[in-house]
T-cell receptor, first 114, second 113 residues
Framework: DTEVTQTPKHLVMGMTNKKSLKCEQH?????MYWYKQKAKKPPELMFV???????INESVPSRFSPECPNSSLLNLHLHALQPEDSALYLC?????????????FGPGTRLTVT | DAKTTQPPSMDCAEGRAANLPCNHS???????VYWYRQIHSQGPQYIIH???NNETNEMASLIITEDRKSSTLILPHATLRDTAVYYC??????????????FGQGTRLTINP
């Protein structure tokens, strides 16, 4: 199974709402990633977890709160977002270095903030 | 961070080889070159990677120049399903074993019937 799943596929939320994005993989990967992709732009790294610990935070605003409850799950909690946060949010996973090189991406959650 | 430069767009006829160039003149000796592609409305898909030797897999071939300052991704027999944005990436860092990939603007490849 080389699949990364993301739920929901689409999400519309108001600026005062709290919502969560979910990502799951069962490939035994111990690195998991969140990327943000605006329309017609390349993906931009937000967070990286290694062995369920946050290893990279690319200066992301605190209204985005990641969580890695176990080695298969990655969440992104959203609170008080702005309309400019509307984007495609991509999750990815990979083996840790020395074991493999590619990142496997999920299909993304398309988020619209109204 | 090592940077990559790609043409913004390319066209190729179906059935022909698609050759996508990438310049990475500031690459350092231990940095790999990765290629990913993103078909419309999907997540990026890994294609191939290499360090200094040419590589081939079931999807594509990667040709890296001897000085490692540029590379070419070759799709040998392009199909309409290969229409996508192709990203050439130089792995910029490993932090606690994880990879930090920095995507450039990519090349939008259109395969024409």
């Amino acid at each position: 199974d080389t699949e990364v799943t993301q739920t929901p596929k689409h999400l519309v939320m108001g600026m005062t709402n709290k919502k969560s994005l979910k990502c799951e993989q069962h490939m035994g990967h111990r690195a998991m990633y969140w990327y943000k992709q605006k329309a017609k732009k390349p993906p931009e790294l937000m967070f990286v977890y290694s062995y369920e610990k946050l290893s990279i935070n690319e200066s992301v605003p605190s209204r985005f709160s990641p969580e890695c409850p176990n080695s298969s799950l990655l969440n992104l909690h959203l609170h008080a977002l702005q309309p400019e946060d509307s984007a495609l949010y991509l999750c990815a996973s990979s083996q840790l270095d020395g074991q493999g090189h590619e990142q496997y991406f999920g299909p993304g959650t398309r988020l619209t903030v109204t | 961070d090592a940077k990559t430069t790609q043409p913004p767009s390319m066209d190729c006829a179906e059935g022909r080889a698609a050759n996508l160039p990438c310049n990475h003149s500031t690459i350092s000796g231990n940095e790999y070159v990765y290629w990913y592609r993103q078909i419309h409305s999907q997540g990026p898909q890994y294609i191939i990677h290499g360090l200094k030797n040419n590589e081939t897999n079931e999807m594509a071939s990667l040709i890296i120049t001897e000085d490692r300052k540029s590379s070419t991704l070759i799709l040998p027999h392009a199909t309409l399903r290969d229409t996508a944005v192709y990203y050439c990436i130089v792995r910029v860092a490993k932090i606690q074993g994880a990879q930090k990939l920095v995507f450039g603007q990519g090349t939008r490849l259109t395969i024409n019937p």
